[in-house]
């Protein structure tokens, strides 16, 4: 028992510091709200109010306690939640270098059988493909030096039927421009083809970014100054460099890989890269980057690079499972975006523990509580995403405590005895 009990105030302690160091010059009240929920959340594996006021175990009234969750969620101000954001951003500073391969994607947020929350509107849920009620979802993720483990960076969950939206394309600038003003020119954002739009090129080479965006098949480039479709171009190659990748199910997939110079309509005086990569199925995969190099393997460092992008959508999935973010109980836009947040913030914080997974006795005990079972082989060990078993094991190791976080909050009592020294 005393084997847990240390592992469990290490673990409260490390959520403490971690919530202190996001929550500078924010307040009092705001503080104890976020490392509240990032507790509530970690023990319960659950966003639901009353889970989490069940989690934080304190001596008053359930009914109390989730009035309080929700009234701090309402109030948080958009300010407090942008200095929310650019501590934590400030505090992974150091994880952050030329080499990082910055994803962003979209996702959804489906509610189908609400019908009383804020600026509800119509969105396609990726799970099924239907259209239901629900928000949309933007976030950026930093894969880590050494297991390439996805760190948020920025997050927004938004609607198409609040006042003063303008368009998706908008709310994905947005994200891009905070990027850049946090973390300046460094690393190499990776786009999913929904993202190929002159909007997006135009922005990253202005602001003299690198990038990796796959390309639609109705793309029309320049090449040896002549106007052709990409397909027609990708026609005609074979394949000049071969390589292998292996799939989530452990398959070797056997590929080829081409690269040209080409530039596009718009900008015909910047020269850009055309990646294409036999092998994944009937139709090669198009690249567009203006990434360049004199090494022949250029081609195909692209390729897995622009693979790592998957990573994001394990990140969102953990997201929804784990902690069944779908679910949740507040009703104002407000109080999902301070929600979703403190989620995604717990969601860095484990993303960095998983970093530490080679070197932490401390992970490896987490795991270990997961019962969850990894082959102890390096080359294996480094491909497996630890989110869920990190997760597992708070739970497993936070419900076990009698009490919650009171005891970082106590006041201390004096005693009115007189005493002398």
């Known amino acids: 028992m005393s084997k847990y009990n240390t592992l469990a105030w290490d673990l409260k302690r490390d959520l403490m510091n971690f919530s202190k160091k996001i929550t500078k010059e924010i307040g009092k009240p705001e503080q104890k709200l976020?490392?509240?929920?990032?507790?509530?959340?970690?023990?319960?594996?659950?966003?639901?109010?009353?889970?989490?006021?069940?989690?934080?175990?304190?001596?008053?009234?359930?009914?109390?306690?989730?009035?309080?969750l929700s009234r701090g969620l309402k109030s948080f101000s958009k300010k407090k939640q942008?200095?929310?954001?650019?501590?934590?951003?400030?505090?992974?500073?150091?994880?952050?270098?030329?080499?990082?391969?910055f994803v962003l994607d979209g996702s959804d947020v489906t509610k189908p059988c609400s019908e009383k929350l804020?600026?509800?509107?119509?969105?396609?849920?990726?799970?099924?493909?239907?259209?239901?009620?629900?928000?949309?979802?933007?976030?950026?993720?930093?894969?880590?030096?050494?297991s390439k483990s996805p760190v948020p960076v920025y997050d927004r969950v938004y609607s198409a039927a609040e006042k003063g939206f303008i368009s998706e394309t908008d709310e994905?600038?947005?994200?891009?421009?905070?990027?850049?003003?946090?973390?300046?020119?460094?690393?190499?954002?990776?786009?999913?083809?929904?993202?190929?739009?002159?909007?997006?090129?135009?922005?990253?080479?202005?602001?003299?970014?690198?990038?990796?965006?796959?390309?639609?098949?109705?793309?029309?480039?320049?090449?040896?100054?002549?106007?052709?479709?990409?397909?027609?171009l990708?026609?005609?190659?074979?394949?000049?460099?071969?390589?292998?990748?292996?799939?989530?199910?452990?398959?070797?997939?056997?590929?080829?890989?081409?690269?040209?110079?080409?530039?596009?309509?718009?900008?015909?005086?910047?020269?850009?890269?055309?990646?294409?990569?036999?092998?994944?199925?009937k139709d090669p995969m198009l690249l567009l980057t203006n990434l360049k190099s004199d090494d022949s393997r250029l081609a195909n460092t692209i390729a897995r690079v622009y693979l790592m992008r998957w990573r994001i959508e394990e990140y969102f999935r953990f997201k929804k499972q784990q902690y069944d973010f779908e679910n949740f109980r507040v009703r104002s836009l407000n109080s999902i975006r301070v929600l979703h947040r403190i989620l995604t913030l717990?969601?860095?914080?484990?993303?960095?523990?998983?970093?530490?997974?080679?070197?932490?006795?401390?992970?490896?005990?987490?795991?270990?509580?997961?019962?969850?079972?990894?082959?102890?082989?390096?080359e294996k060990w480094k491909r497996y995403f630890l989110h869920y078993a990190i997760a597992d094991g708070f739970f497993?190791?936070?419900?076990?405590?009698?009490?919650g976080f009171t005891s970082f909050f106590a006041k201390p009592k004096y005693s009115a005895q007189l005493s002398f020294f």
């Open 396 to 403: 497993e190791l936070l419900r076990r405590c009698s009490s």
């Open 82 to 101: 942008q200095k929310l954001l650019d501590n934590y951003t400030e505090s992974i500073q150091r994880e952050i270098d030329k080499q990082t391969v």
């Open 172 to 232: 994905m600038l947005t994200g891009l421009k905070y990027l850049s003003k946090t973390f300046g020119n460094k690393g190499i954002r990776t786009l999913d083809r929904g993202y190929d739009s002159l909007v997006y090129y135009e922005y990253f080479l202005k602001a003299k970014e690198f990038f990796i965006i796959r390309a639609t098949k109705n793309r029309s480039l320049i090449h040896n100054g002549n106007k052709l479709n990409i397909m027609e």
């Open 118 to 146: 804020e600026c509800l509107s119509l969105v396609r849920d990726g799970s099924t493909g239907e259209i239901e009620k629900g928000y949309f979802t933007f976030e950026i993720a930093a894969l880590t030096k050494g």
């Open 34 to 68: 976020v490392s509240n929920m990032l507790y509530g959340i970690a023990e319960s594996g659950s966003c639901h109010l009353s889970k989490i006021g069940r989690a934080l175990k304190e001596k008053i009234s359930l009914k109390k306690t989730i009035e309080r």
């Open 346 to 378: 717990l969601a860095g914080f484990i993303g960095l523990l998983s970093e530490k997974r080679d070197e932490s006795l401390f992970v490896m005990e987490l795991i270990v509580l997961s019962k969850r079972i990894y082959r102890p082989k390096p």
């Open 234 to 281: 990708a026609n005609r190659r074979k394949g000049k460099f071969c390589i292998n990748f292996k799939s989530k199910k452990g398959e070797t997939i056997s590929c080829k890989t081409s690269i040209i110079p080409i530039s596009l309509l718009k900008f015909p005086n910047v020269q850009l890269n055309l990646v294409i990569v036999y092998g994944f199925g």
